[in-house]
T-cell receptor, first 110, second 116 residues
């Protein structure tokens, strides 16, 4: 089951606004991952983080691996309608154990 | 590469029937994972294989569920007999083995199972 606390559960924003979501855990992870899931599809990897403190960007997306290795955040700048979907964080430990957050459902109003 | 392929995409069956879900991982990937996604419990890992061998099946709900990987390019998840509470989206994912710290999982499109 889920051991990651992901927030917020949902967001309703206006096109052009920035978005921020985060994940926290009681456990340490070696890798933090952020996925996006569109309706009727499987999760697609957006960003992978491998080192504590790492800050990685992918276009308008920026994610950071927390220093304590127990948290991560994802920012989306200048949101557009196609950013709509469910965003999941996932933590992966050294023994292949992977846990997912409950997801953040993003709605972008044009 | 076509990515992870799952079939069928949708399955509707009646309680008590046997259900078989199929997965073809990305060629060259050594790891294969089966997940279940529901509104209540989110994404849950059911079982994963390394080089066709089941490594951890602690997430398999009960004996009605079984998974096999007869070769590197094919895996099945079987539910027998199926029950309404098994209704969910089942995802297959695969991952290469080059470096377990830096390689991540790639998901298939999922099979939406409805048990009436």
């Amino acid at each position: 089951g889920q051991q990651l606390n992901q927030s917020p559960q949902s967001m309703f924003i206006q096109e052009g606004e920035d978005v921020s979501m985060n994940c926290t855990s009681s456990s340490i992870f070696n890798t933090w991952l952020w996925y996006k899931q569109d309706p009727g599809e499987g999760p697609v990897l957006l960003i992978a983080l491998y080192k504590a403190g790492e800050l990685t960007s992918n276009g308008r997306l920026t994610a950071q691996f927390g220093i304590t290795r127990k948290d991560s955040f994802l920012n989306i700048s200048a949101s557009i309608p196609s950013d709509v979907g469910i965003y999941f964080c996932a933590g992966q430990s050294i023994n292949n154990d992977m846990r997912f957050g409950a997801g953040t459902r993003l709605t972008v109003k044009p | 590469d076509a990515g992870v392929i799952q079939s069928p995409r949708h399955e509707v069956t009646e309680m008590g029937q046997e259900v078989t879900l199929r997965c073809k991982p990305i060629s060259g990937h050594d790891y294969l994972f089966w997940y279940r996604q529901t509104m209540m419990r989110g994404l849950e890992l059911l079982i994963y294989f390394n080089n066709n061998v089941p490594i951890d099946d602690s997430g398999m709900p009960e004996d009605r569920f079984s998974a096999k990987m007869p070769n590197a390019s094919f895996s099945t998840l079987k539910i027998q007999p199926s029950e309404p509470r098994d209704s969910a989206v089942y995802f297959c994912a695969s991952r290469p083995h080059r470096d377990y710290l830096t390689d991540t999982q790639y998901f298939g499109p999922g099979t939406r199972l409805t048990v009436l």
